[in-house]
Structures are given as structure tokens and as C-alpha cells.
């Protein structure tokens, strides 16, 4: 019958506008700390974050021998973003999975013994990596290489250093560059650097200006273990430089003497890796404008604590990677 067609079509059409407009007021929203957008063409693991006015900061403490501090909580915690003590709105000290960028010196000014002592100390640093972690490797002599893209196979990290032989000239800038560079497109929250070399260059497009810049645009965290490094090349010596770019992202550069230091080293970077605070609070009257501020943390303790070190990145561009 004609009649039950023109009957049942107006129902019909009133309860698929029903689904497209209104049901969807009715679903649960969650409300959350980071805007998390996820791209349905990437992997589950990988997550896109946006954050439009959230300020992050990963936050070491260490004691006066060097070693992490656990324990604390959001009210052991001043930050300071150009000298206007912040509300905290975040705060975790959760063992969070990293993304962490290798970057490893294989130019002439290396040695073969401090290849080899470097070598085993970051072997124990990669087995001591949660199963989540996931590495990006890099070498340089004349120019950087990506030798391997992400991947969670620390043993894979190894087995590339089988035969590496040191030579050439030294483009540390261009590798620290494109290390960043690589951390920050990781899947995970947390982006580490490990820089092992003596911090020379002779080679690179990159000026070590330009890496500053970029290192103060991102909350990437960048230790140093260096070799030498003393005599000024391109105007900054190796050990100024590894110092400075480490301090600027609230990370440390360690000068071991010997295989016994180098493996302390790598031990009290692997630590702290897993020992970050993770602090974020929401400027008022924030603007994306690409202005630079500076950040202090201080620690609030009681009267009689022993005395502690704490470290975070000291400025951010406001709407870059913050």
C-alpha cells in the first residue's frame, strides 16, 4: 500500500536526525588533564597529543650524592613562570615509558677504548628500560645517521654497534638536531636524549645557536655523557656545550674517568629516568604567540630536611611544543 510507505518515511527520518543531533549530547565525556586527539590511521599506541595552555614540566630531585629522590608530592613543588608563582593543576610521578633518542659520537676524536667502555655501560642502561620504552639510534662522524627508527628491541640497539670503527669529522649539532627531532614525533609522553660524545664539532650545518633554539622549544630531556671535549671548535668547547644543553632541559652531563664512573653515570641517568616528576599547571591569561618565558622550580620543604637538588627545563615558547 501506498499509505504505509508515506506513513512509516517521516518516523524514520525523525529517528536518524534523532541519532546525528541530539543522542550524542547524552554520551559520557571525559574530562582530562592533556587533550588527546587519536588518528584512526595510527597504530594504538600511538597517541597525538594537543595541548592548547597546558605548561609540562618533567622534574628531577637528587640528593647531594646524586641519586633520585622519590617520594615527594604536589605541594614539595614551586613553579615559577617568569617569576608568577603557578597554580599546579598536574601532577604524577608515575614510572612513565619513555621515547629516548640515542645520539652516539663514532667520529675521529673518539677512541676506540672509549667506544668499546661506552658500549658496555649502555648496554646495562638498555636492559634496565621498561618493555614500553622504544629507542631511536643515531651516529655521526661527518654527517648523522638514523640507524634505527623506533623500535622497543634494545638488543637491536646493540648488535649496531658491532662494527663501528671511529672516523672522520664530527657533526655533533646536526645529530643532537635530529635526535630531537626524532623523540619528539615518539609515541610516548615522556622524550629523552642520551648524548654520548665529547661534544665537539667540525662538521654540522646546524650552529650551536640554532640547536639551542631548537632544544628551548621542546620538553625534550637531554644528558651527556662526555669524553674531553676541552679546546673551543666553532667557538664553544665540547664540555661548555654538552653542559649547557643538558642544564637548559632540566637533564645532567656526567665526564666519567674510567669504565667504573661510566657505568655510574649511565646507572644515574637510567634512575632518574624513571624517577621524573611530572608537573603541569595552565598559565593565566595565556597567548600563543611564540614568546619566550621563563621557568624556575623550587622545592618547598619542611624546616630541617636534608638538602636536595631539583632540575627542569628553564624556559618555553608559549603555543610551541609546550
Known amino acids: 500500500m501506498k499509505t504505509g510507505n508515506s506513513v512509516w518515511r517521516p518516523i524514520i527520518l ?56 622519590p617520594g615527594l608530592n604536589k605541594s614539595n613543588f614551586n613553579i615559577y613562570d617568569d617569576n608568577q608563582l603557578q597554580e599546579i593543576h598536574f601532577f604524577s610521578d608515575e614510572d612513565a615509558p619513555a621515547s629516548v633518542g640515542i645520539v652516539f659520537d663514532t667520529s675521529g676524536s673518539m677512541s676506540e677504548r672509549k667506544i668499546i667502555q661506552a658500549k658496555k655501560a649502555l648496554a646495562r642502561f638498555i636492559r634496565t628500560s621498561k618493555d614500553e620504552d622504544e629507542f631511536f639510534l643515531i651516529d655521526f662522524n661527518t654527517r648523522a645517521r638514523l640507524l634505527l627508527d623506533r623500535t622497543r628491541d634494545g638488543d637491536a640497539v646493540l648488535k649496531k654497534f658491532n662494527y663501528v670503527e671511529p672516523n672522520g669529522n664530527t657533526a655533533f649539532y646536526d645529530a643532537v638536531y635530529l635526535g ?102 595552565y598559565p593565566p591569561d595565556f597567548v600563543a604567540d611564540g614568546k619566550k618565558h621563563r621557568l624556575k622550580t623550587k622545592l618547598n620543604l619542611p624546616a630541617g630536611s636534608p638538602r636536595l637538588f631539583v632540575r627542569s627545563r628553564e624556559v618555553y615558547f608559549a603555543g610551541i611544543n609546550q
Do not use: W
Open 180 to 281: 630531537i627531532e626524532k623523540v619528539t614525533r615518539g609515541s610516548r609522553a615522556r622524550k629523552i636524549v642520551l648524548v654520548i660524545s665529547d661534544g665537539e664539532d667540525n662538521e654540522s650545518r646546524y650552529t650551536f645557536k640554532e640547536l639551542q633554539r631548537r632544544v628551548r622549544e621542546t620538553d625534550v630531556i637531554i644528558y651527556a655523557v662526555g669524553f674531553g671535549g676541552y679546546y673551543p671548535i666553532r667557538g664553544i668547547n665540547g664540555r661548555d656545550a654538552l653542559e649547557e644543553l643538558a642544564r637548559a632541559t632540566g637533564g645532567k652531563a656526567f665526564f666519567p674517568k674510567g669504565a667504573v664512573e661510566m657505568d655510574e653515570a649511565f646507572e644515574k641517568i637510567a634512575l632518574e629516568m624513571r624517577r621524573f616528576y611530572s608537573i603541569g599547571y
Open 14 to 69: 525523525s529517528f536518524v536526525m534523532f541519532s546525528l543531533v541530539i543522542a550524542p549530547a547524552f554520551l559520557p565525556q571525559t574530562a582530562v588533564a592533556q587533550r588527546e586527539t587519536t588518528n584512526p590511521t595510527t597504530p594504538r599506541e600511538e597517541r597525538i597529543t594537543v595541548n592548547t595552555d597546558l605548561i609540562t614540566l618533567s622534574v628531577s630531585v637528587t640528593d647531594k650524592a646524586g641519586r633520585a629522590v
